[in-house]
C-alpha cells in the first residue's frame, strides 16, 4: 500500500474513549504527518514530526496527541478531549530534503464517535 | 503561517472538455506545489507538482503553471475523461516541511 500502512480502516468510538490510530511507513522517510479530513474541506494538519523524537503541532491539534520513538512509526492518540472526533484520518510521510520531498500518503483510517 | 485557497468548489465538465482549477497562497516563502487527486473513499494520489522555479509543466493531457509574483497556480486538465472525475487538491510546501492543502474541487466529466 505505497509503504504506508495505518490501521485500522474503521473504528468506531463511544465518548469519552481514547482511540490510537496507527501509521507505520518503510520508505525510510524522516518526516511523517497526521492529517485530518471532515467532507468538503481539504486536509488539515493536526501533528507533523521532522525526525525521530521530536514532533510539532499543526493546526488543529487540540485533542490529539502523537508520539515519535521510531522513526518508521508515528501514531495518533485521538483523546476524549477531541469535541467532533469523527472524520476521516490520513497519515503521510515525506523525505525530509527541500526538493525531493513529494508528500505519501497511507489509505486513511474513518474514525466514528457512537 | 500559510493560506491556501481554491477554486471553483465543483467543476462539472462534458467529457472531451477542459478543465481548469486555481489556487492562490500565501507565504512567499513556498517553493514546491503539488496537486494530489482523490477518488471517493481512497488515499489522495499526486499527480502533477511544480516547483517555484519553473513556471510550467506538462505531463501528458494534465499541466500546471505557476505565477509566484501573483502568488498563484492552476492545474489543466485537456480532452477530459469520465476516469478524470474526482476530488483535486492544490497544496502549497511552507516552512518547516508543512503541506497546506486547499479544500479541494470535485470535478464531474459527463459522458
Given amino acids: 500500500d505505497g509503504g504506508i500502512t495505518q490501521s485500522p480502516k474503521y473504528l468506531f468510538r463511544k465518548e469519552g474513549q481514547n482511540v490510537t490510530l496507527s501509521c507505520e511507513q518503510n520508505l525510510n522517510h ?3 504527518y497526521w492529517y485530518r479530513q471532515d467532507p468538503g474541506q481539504g486536509l488539515r494538519l493536526i501533528y507533523y514530526s ?16 502523537v508520539s515519535r520513538e521510531k522513526k518508521e512509526s508515528f501514531p495518533l ?19 525530509s530534503g527541500t526538493r525531493d520531498n513529494v508528500l505519501t500518503f497511507g489509505a486513511g483510517s474513518r474514525l466514528t464517535v457512537l | 503561517g500559510e493560506n491556501v485557497e481554491q477554486h471553483p468548489s465543483t467543476l462539472s465538465v462534458q467529457e472531451g472538455d477542459s478543465a481548469v482549477i486555481k489556487c492562490t497562497y500565501s507565504d ?28 510550467e509543466k506538462k505531463d501528458q493531457r494534465i499541466a500546471v503553471t505557476l505565477n509566484k509574483t501573483a502568488k498563484h497556480f492552476s492545474l489543466h486538465i485537456t480532452e477530459t475523461q469520465p476516469e478524470d472525475s474526482a476530488v483535486y487538491f492544490c497544496a502549497a510546501r511552507g516552512n518547516f516541511n508543512k503541506f497546506y ?11
Fill in chain 1, 30 to 32: 524522516d518526516a511523517m
Fill in chain 2, 101 to 111: 492543502f486547499g479544500s479541494g474541487t470535485k470535478l464531474n466529466v459527463k459522458p
Fill in chain 2, 28 to 55: 512567499s516563502a513556498s517553493n514546491y506545489f503539488p496537486w494530489y487527486k482523490q477518488e471517493l473513499g481512497k488515499r489522495p494520489q499526486l499527480i502533477i507538482d511544480i516547483r517555484s522555479n519553473v513556471g
Fill in chain 1, 77 to 95: 492518540t485521538v483523546t476524549s478531549a477531541q469535541k467532533n472526533p469523527t472524520a476521516f484520518y490520513l497519515c503521510a510521510s515525506s523525505t
Fill in chain 1, 50 to 65: 521532522q525526525i525521530v523524537n521530536d514532533f510539532q503541532k499543526g493546526d488543529i491539534a487540540e485533542g490529539y496527541s
